[in-house]
């Protein structure tokens, strides 16, 4: 398969019949390369040759979607920029991908870049970042496609570096994995800026399935387009999963359209699970991946002798972080002396780090030899996560190694602590991290967001953790907040959460 020319398939394969929803706009997939093809030569007429770096400024729309093909077929290095960024952060990362041309909104374009064009009849503005720079340009790394900077929740934000060959290998892996086919519907409610979404512009387009645009995710809008465009299939991150069940809840009916429900980057409440099955009428797959990874590592897809199994027992499974995909190879691993590492007991109780590898890894970081260095010690690449594997392959996630919470000597995964939590009937989210303490090296606190507001005293909350897993581990505080803070990519960003409380002071965990 090449990812290069995956629209053009499209547009042979299904040359008639709607491609793209967005707003009142409908496309098919010939309109959609006609306007990859003129994209694609303003991005040459604004300077962009085949290995330069081309940054996209675009919320959730089509044009974006020919914004991919584009910089695919001419073999240009698509940059997507996070429109939560602030405009230094922005600069920070166009500096150092060393970006050739911005294109996308024309507004969000000319703040960054005055030589912009002033019409922009298409919908688009392409403008060059380097005027006067010196004619010789830094070469891309061979076959090189997408260039992701990783939301920087501990330092700088790194620049992972995806290949064509990774994105067509997780397009055959999903395919096949989710049984995607052209009578599928796709819903970009999630950023397409981020992979969270941007996998499956490929994915839908290399099966000519259907794609439907939602520029920023509201539960109403998403629940009316879901149902008016007969949606099959989307990824929410968890609070978009939240409100869409509330809203279904609200108007006391399912989105019969919807056969799979795909949800990531958070942990997952068991009840939750049974609750998109009960409400939605879908069935519902964790996801877990990263960046670094194209991004999908694995999928909590139940084989058919646990599809026999109670509900309950179903939902369990289907919270867990799942089995490796198709071409990925997945081991939990503890070190074993001398820089080696060894793989932890296959019991489910062990815990290890996730390493991974396989043909939808990146090759590593750009302009950034040591990180890269770091990540692929010893041939696998290192992910950072930790957790648990049993014996049927299966992985569950207990926490980032960074978020581990270490109080009084004993090890705290946050992970735990928030299935906790959000096992109360008045808790829709929670947090946990970690916090300075004088007698105890850290504490555990927890930020929580209440169903309603005032539905639950703080010491109730923490009573109800008491009554379920061991002191240590249970919040010493608790704050209720209306919204969790959440990265461009719509994780929780606990760097913000613990940040009032250790500023000023060097953290260490032993």
């Known amino acids: 398969m090449d990812a290069r020319t995956l629209l053009a398939s499209a547009a042979r394969l299904r040359p008639r019949g709607t491609a793209a929803f967005c707003g009142p706009r409908r496309l098919t997939y010939p309109d959609l390369l006609g306007q990859a093809a003129r994209l694609a030569d303003d991005l040459e007429s604004a300077g962009a040759r085949p290995g330069d770096r081309v940054a996209a400024l675009f919320a959730n729309c089509h044009l974006y979607l020919a914004c991919y093909a584009a910089a695919l077929e001419r073999g240009l290095v698509l940059l997507p920029i996070n429109l939560k960024q602030s405009p230094s952060e922005t600069r920070a990362i166009l500096e150092h991908a060393g970006a050739r041309v911005l294109v996308g909104d024309p507004a969000l374009v000319r703040s960054l870049a005055p030589a912009a064009p002033a019409t922009a009849p298409e919908g688009w503005a392409a403008a060059p970042l380097q005027e006067g720079a010196p004619t010789r340009r830094e070469e891309a790394p061979a076959g090189a496609a997408h260039l992701y900077y990783t939301s920087g929740t501990t330092a700088r934000p790194k620049g992972v570096i ?25 819903l970009h409610a999630a950023p397409m800026f ?17 794609h439907v645009f939602l520029p920023r995710f509201d539960a109403a809008e998403a629940f009316d387009l879901i149902d008016s465009t007969q949606v099959t299939v989307t990824n929410l991150v968890p609070v978009m999963l939240q409100d869409l069940l509330a809203e279904a809840e609200r108007r006391s009916r399912g989105l019969p359209s919807l056969r799979l429900l795909l949800s990531g980057g958070a942990p997952i409440a068991p009840r939750t ?22 991004p999908f590592l694995t999928f909590s897809i139940l084989d058919e002798a646990a599809r026999r199994l109670p509900p309950a027992e179903q939902a369990r499974l289907r919270a867990r972080t799942g089995r490796a995909a198709r071409g990925v190879e997945l081991r939990v691993v503890r070190p074993s002396g001398s820089g080696a590492f060894e793989d932890v007991p296959a019991d489910d109780a062990a815990v290890g780090e996730v390493v991974v590898r396989g043909a939808t890894v990146t090759p590593g970081y750009w302009r950034d030899e040591a990180a890269t260095r770091e990540a692929f010690r010893g041939g696998w690449f290192h992910t950072g996560d930790l957790g648990t594997i049993d014996g049927h392959g299966s992985l569950n996630l207990v926490d980032r190694a960074k978020d581990v919470v270490i109080t009084g000597g004993e090890t705290v995964y946050s992970t735990e602590v928030e299935h906790v939590l959000c096992e109360h009937a008045a808790v829709r989210e929670a947090a946990v991290f970690g916090v300075p303490d004088e007698r105890w090296g850290e504490a555990v606190r927890a930020a929580v967001v209440p169903r309603e507001p005032g539905a639950v005293p703080v010491e109730d909350l923490i009573a109800f953790c008491r009554e379920r897993i061991a002191h240590y581990k249970c919040p010493r ?3 209720l907040v209306g919204a969790l803070p959440r ?12 940040e009032p409380f250790w500023r000023g002071r060097t953290r260490r965990i032993n």
């Open 162 to 186: 995806l290949t064509r060959e990774n994105l067509a290998a997780h397009v055959e892996m999903t395919i096949a994995e989710l049984s995607f086919s052209a009578r599928d519907v796709w």
């Open 273 to 294: 699970v049974a609750r998109v099955a009960a409400i939605l009428g879908c069935e519902y797959v964790q996801t877990y991946g990263l960046t670094e990874t194209s």
């Open 477 to 479: 505080a608790i704050d």
């Open 487 to 498: 990265t461009g990519s719509g994780k929780v960003d606990k760097k913000a959460l613990r």
């Open 194 to 210: 981020h992979l969270a979404d941007a996998w499956a512009i490929l994915t839908v387009t290399a099966v000519a399935g259907t």
